[in-house]
């Protein structure tokens, strides 16, 4: 299903909201970022809430404004797929996904910032409303390099121009985890929504 070019202010409340939050914790400086970034040590000593901080905080400017802009392209995209609620559904299921799959899986990641998780969450509950819609030839083409990508990042690591345009390392485990708690938290929206349009 494409994108409707209709516009409607309210598809990008939510986006507009997280670019505040995200400006607003980076205008705090690399001391907010110690405090708020996910550290493993730190979560397991019961510092909790870095489970979902880490995910607001960037490590710099430059990393800031690509997650800005995949942020932008993923509702550019799929804002109108999701109602607002059902869009904050999918950013706590990715959030918990990437959380769990760290704490759970990957001891080896002491600390982790960025939005990139979560984005690639977005992405995937966009493209399996698009692919539940309609699977016409240029969806089955963006979703086959979406998952290519991660295919090749759980292979191989970080793309090269991805790794090469970032001054912190790319934590592709984040992508991948993100990836699947936006699947299933699509699942189950699609489904919730397949019923209440099923003929009595």
């Not at 040590?41 to 690509?66: F, K, M, N, P, Q």
């Not at 090269?160 to 991948?176: C, D, I, Q, R, Y």
Request: glycine letters at 10%; a neutral charge.
């Amino acid at each position: 299903m494409r994108p409707n070019p209709r516009f409607r202010p309210l598809d990008w409340l939510l986006p507009v909201a997280i670019l505040i939050v995200l400006l607003t914790v980076m205008h705090g400086g690399e001391h907010v970022v110690e405090v708020l970034r996910y550290e493993r040590e730190a979560v397991l000593s019961g510092e909790a809430w870095r489970l979902l901080t880490g995910h607001l905080v960037h490590a710099d400017g430059s990393h800031l404004i690509w997650n800005i802009l995949g942020l932008a392209l993923v509702f550019a995209l799929f804002a109108r797929e999701y109602s607002p609620g059902e869009w904050v559904a999918v950013m706590l299921a990715s959030t918990a996904a990437i959380d769990l799959g760290f704490l759970a899986f990957e001891p080896q990641i002491a600390w982790y910032v960025g939005l990139s998780g979560v984005l690639h969450g977005l992405m995937t509950a966009g493209l399996a409303a698009w692919l539940k819609a309609r699977r016409d030839p240029l969806t089955l083409i963006i979703a086959v390099v979406f998952i290519g990508k991660l295919v090749w990042e759980h292979l191989r690591g970080p793309l090269p121009f991805t790794a090469g345009s970032l001054t912190v390392p790319v934590v592709h485990e984040a992508h991948s985890y993100g990836a699947i708690g936006g699947a299933l938290c699509a699942m189950v929206l699609l489904a919730r929504r397949g019923r209440a349009h099923a003929p009595l």
